[in-house]
C-alpha cells in the first residue's frame, strides 16, 4: 500500500515537473498561462539549451546552457477567431529574425505586414499557409498580413534560430508594421490577439 503511495506521489511531481518546464518560456515565448485557446496540444518533448550570442533586438529570450525549453509538434484547432499571443520580430538582414524566412528564403523589411506561426499552424496541422494572407486583430482593430516564416516550435538555441528557445505553439510573430497597424506599443513585446485564413 505504502509503495503505490509512493508511486502515485512520483508521478503527480513528474507531471508537475513537466507543467514546469512548459512554464518557462518567453519572448517567442508568452508569459506562463498565455495559452493558445481551446483543444489539447501537449508537449513532444524538451531541447537541451547551450549558451550563445543571440541578437536581443525586440525583447529576445537567448537559451541559456542547462535549461530545458519544450517542444511543440501541433498548435490548438484554428477557427474564425483563433486565440494567440502577438510577438514582435524584425524579418529584415541582420534582425532577431535568424536567417531568412522560412516560406521564400528572403528577408523583409520592418515596413512589411508579414507574420510568422508556429510551426503547428504553419505547415504541421495539415494546412499549408507559407505565401498565405491572414487576418490579425486586436482592440477593434485588424490587418491583412503575408506568412513568410515558421516561428519553429519544435528546433532552436542554434544560428538558424538566432540561439533562441523554439516558440510555444501559439505564437503569431508580427513583423514592426503588423503592430503599428494595430496600434500597438511595441514596447510590450507581446500582446493577445486572434487570428482566423483569410
Do not use: I
Request: with cysteine; net charge positive; glycine share 12%.
Amino acid at each position: 500500500m505504502a509503495s503505490k503511495k509512493l508511486l502515485a506521489l512520483l508521478a503527480l511531481l513528474q507531471v508537475l515537473s513537466l507543467h514546469a518546464h512548459a512554464a518557462a518560456a518567453s519572448k517567442h515565448h508568452p508569459k506562463p498561462g498565455a495559452g493558445g485557446g481551446g483543444g489539447t496540444c501537449r508537449s513532444s518533448g524538451f531541447l537541451q539549451g547551450k549558451t550563445h550570442k543571440c541578437n536581443r533586438k525586440n525583447g529576445s529570450d537567448c537559451c541559456l546552457t542547462g535549461r530545458k525549453y519544450p517542444q511543440f509538434r501541433c498548435s490548438p484547432p484554428v477557427s474564425a477567431k483563433t486565440p494567440a499571443t502577438l510577438t514582435l520580430n524584425s524579418f529584415a538582414r541582420g534582425g532577431d529574425g535568424g536567417g531568412p524566412s522560412f516560406c521564400d528564403n528572403e528577408f523583409h523589411p520592418d515596413s512589411a505586414l508579414v507574420v510568422a506561426l508556429s510551426s503547428g499552424w504553419l505547415r504541421l496541422d495539415g494546412t499549408r499557409r507559407c505565401g498565405k494572407m491572414v487576418r490579425v486583430s486586436a482592440n477593434g482593430r485588424s490587418v491583412l498580413a503575408k506568412v513568410v516564416d515558421e516561428c519553429d516550435s519544435v528546433n532552436g538555441c542554434d544560428a538558424e534560430h538566432n540561439f533562441e528557445p523554439p516558440c510555444p505553439n501559439n505564437v503569431v510573430d508580427g513583423s514592426p508594421a503588423v503592430w503599428k497597424a494595430l496600434g500597438l506599443d511595441q514596447g510590450e513585446g507581446e500582446f493577445k490577439v486572434t487570428w482566423s485564413d483569410v
